[in-house]
T-cell receptor
Framework: DAKTTQPPSMDCAEGRAANLPCNHSTISGNEYVYWYRQIHSQGPQYIIH???NNETNEMASLIITEDRKSSTLILPHATLRDTAVYYCIVRVDRDKIIFGKGTRLHILP | DAGVIQSPRHEVTEMGQEVTLRCKPI?????LFWYRQTMMRGLELLIYFNNNVPIDDSGMPEDRFSAKMPNASFSTLKIQPSEPRDSAVYFC????????????FGSGTRLTVV
């Protein structure tokens, strides 16, 4: 199973872009990269996913390296409400998602 | 769309009692997942269903835990008898299934066993 590695915590100033890295060097060709976040006391929230190409939606952008061994989640203009734990996940099975420890992102006013 | 609905939001029970957690997935979703979250162990997948059939229950901690999905709009997670170490937040999630599909999580049930 492909595993992911994320820094345990990061800080970002409010209004700046938050760039959250993730390593997944053993990812296989048909596995997607997913990002979720969990704001305190809430259920995890889906953010974005991608296979090979970069992706953007109303919440964030996902940049996947050409060799697919790492990716970066970008929150373009971080606000205090973006303070959360961010999980990078590689889908190991068609219908199952396993969460790791994630990155605790602190947005500083 | 009301999202994934879990009940109760909070449950406090005494050790040895039976506890039943409930989940209503999003209409049309064909996969349902039960997760447990604690500070020590993080988010753990307990069991998941596809088209109401249990596919993988390898995360269920022991025989005291059981889950059912009698129809596409309802699932239960039961703990009998409950123990203090079962105290956690239990999340239910649903998905349309297949690659490229995100999960939608409920707000969770915070269980405290005293």
């Amino acid at each position: 199973d492909a595993k992911t590695t994320q820094p345990p915590s990061m800080d970002c100033a409010e209004g700046r872009a938050a760039n959250l890295p993730c390593n997944h060097s053993t990812i296989s060709g048909n596995e997607y990269v997913y990002w979720y976040r969990q704001i305190h006391s809430q259920g995890p929230q889906y953010i974005i996913h991608g296979l090979k190409n970069n992706e953007t939606n109303e919440m964030a952008s996902l940049i996947i390296t050409e060799d697919r061994k790492s990716s970066t989640l970008i929150l373009p203009h971080a606000t205090l409400r973006d303070t959360a734990v961010y999980y990078c996940i590689v889908r190991v099975d068609r219908d199952k998602i396993i969460f790791g420890k994630g990155t605790r992102l602190h947005i500083l006013p | 769309d009301a999202g994934v609905i879990q009940s109760p939001r909070h449950e406090v029970t005494e050790m040895g009692q039976e506890v039943t957690l409930r989940c209503k997935p999003i209409s049309g979703h064909n996969s349902l997942f039960w997760y447990r979250q604690t500070m020590m162990r993080g988010l753990e997948l307990l069991i998941y269903f596809n088209n109401n059939v249990p596919i993988d229950d390898s995360g269920m901690p022991e025989d005291r835990f059981s889950a059912k999905m009698p129809n596409a709009s309802f699932s239960t997670l039961k703990i009998q008898p409950s123990e203090p170490r079962d105290s956690a937040v239990y999340f239910c999630a649903s998905s349309l299934g297949g690659e490229g599909r995100g999960y939608t999580f409920g707000s969770g049930t915070r269980l405290t066993v005293v």
